[in-house]
């Protein structure tokens, strides 16, 4: 089958389209043919070595995919061949940028009728993020001021949405051009403000009058992290969910007490190992994205042999919306 592989980390370049083996199912386990793959701020982090867990070489990005089921290992009993799925893959024997993947069985998620695989792949890394971000680690309450940064980007344009159905009473979203900001503002941000402007904090705190944010989504890191401080308010939660720049951050840990503030840090795969966090999220995103409360932008479809290309987009804030890869 092919594949996009890397033998070292480094810049888009390493990534290299290459034949391997195709994996077969084991005990519990299915054989996906992959229709779509989400591409994720994580796949690069990866690729460069800069991921939260040690990525073990050679190894083939890729967490993120929607297919049909042409193969079950033994002991498979919710699952058959032609069944359409999607899940979030993880272990040594997965492979997301590729024709072919294996995945447990208790991982997948059934594709409902009238969804396709290239949206259904944008969900659940992306979507599932933005729910625990904002429920699970923010604590996000009815009322409250939610800052969500890159809001044009795969996270933010569900963080935004389901800001607005938790009940949010300001969201205010970040982004680097017009166009972007304009689409933050059609998926339901109150306001939205260029972060590439140096004095971006003073704008967050004219727009609260000096109050601040509630509860602020980070995942650039460096400086963004240090102003995204700034703005948050007494009791506000600052949750980090990624380091986009490849920026670590320092603070006094002693400088949260005066407000009574909290920094909090977000890794999925904790999420995924409780499965009733998992099942009953994505089932809540599902029936958002059904009844038309969810809307999703797919920012453009590309050949598997295009991996390195997309990387670069990616990393260059040239796209906004979705990303997806299809063999």
């Known amino acids: 089958m ?13 990534l290299r389209l290459v034949d391997l083996e195709r994996p077969s199912p084991k005990e519990n386990e299915v054989l996906i043919e992959i229709k779509a ?14 991921y939260v867990v040690d ?9 993120e995919v929607a297919g049909i089921i042409v193969e079950t290992g033994t002991g498979v009993k919710r699952f058959q061949a032609g069944d359409r799925v999607v899940t979030l893959l993880g272990g040594r ?31 659940p890394l992306q979507g599932l993020s933005a729910y625990h971000v904002l429920k699970t680690m923010g604590r996000m309450e009815k009322g409250e001021t939610v800052l969500v940064h890159a809001a044009a980007g795969g996270v933010g344009i569900f963080a935004v949405q389901l800001a ?7 969201i205010i979203g970040t982004a680097s051009t017009e166009q972007k900001r304009q689409f933050a503002k059609e998926l ?27 509860v602020a989504l ?32 320092r603070f006094y840990p002693s400088s949260l007490m005066e407000k009574n503030q909290s920094v ?4 999925l795969p904790q999420i995924m190992s409780k499965p009733h966090l998992l099942e009953s999220s994505l089932k809540d995103i599902f029936t958002y994205i059904q009844k038309g409360e969810i809307k999703l932008k797919i920012g453009g479809v590309f050949p598997l042999e295009e991996a390195a290309d997309v990387h670069r987009k990616l990393q260059g804030r040239e796209t906004s919306g979705k990303l997806i890869l299809v063999p």
């Open 2 to 14: 092919k594949a996009v592989q890397l033998e070292k980390f480094g810049g888009p370049d390493v």
């Open 37 to 50: 793959i989400g591409v994720n701020y994580a796949d690069t982090a990866r690729r460069e070595g800069q």
């Open 55 to 63: 990525t073990p070489l050679p190894y083939v990005p890729g967490s």
């Open 93 to 123: 024997r997965a492979t997301g940028y590729a024709e072919y993947t294996v995945a447990d069985e208790r991982a997948l998620i059934p594709l409902p009728e009238n969804l396709d695989e290239q949206t259904a792949a944008s969900i």
């Open 188 to 214: 339901g941000a109150d306001h939205t403000i260029d972060y590439t402007n140096e004095l971006w904090e003073e704008e967050i705190m004219e727009i609260t009058k000096g109050k601040g944010v509630d």
């Open 264 to 267: 909090i840090g977000f890794f």
């Open 218 to 249: 980070e995942m650039a890191g460096g400086r963004v992290f240090n102003q995204t401080l700034n703005c948050l308010a007494p009791f506000g939660r600052l949750v980090i969910y990624g380091v986009a720049s490849g920026e670590q951050s």
């Open 164 to 170: 607005r159905i938790f009940g949010a009473g300001k």
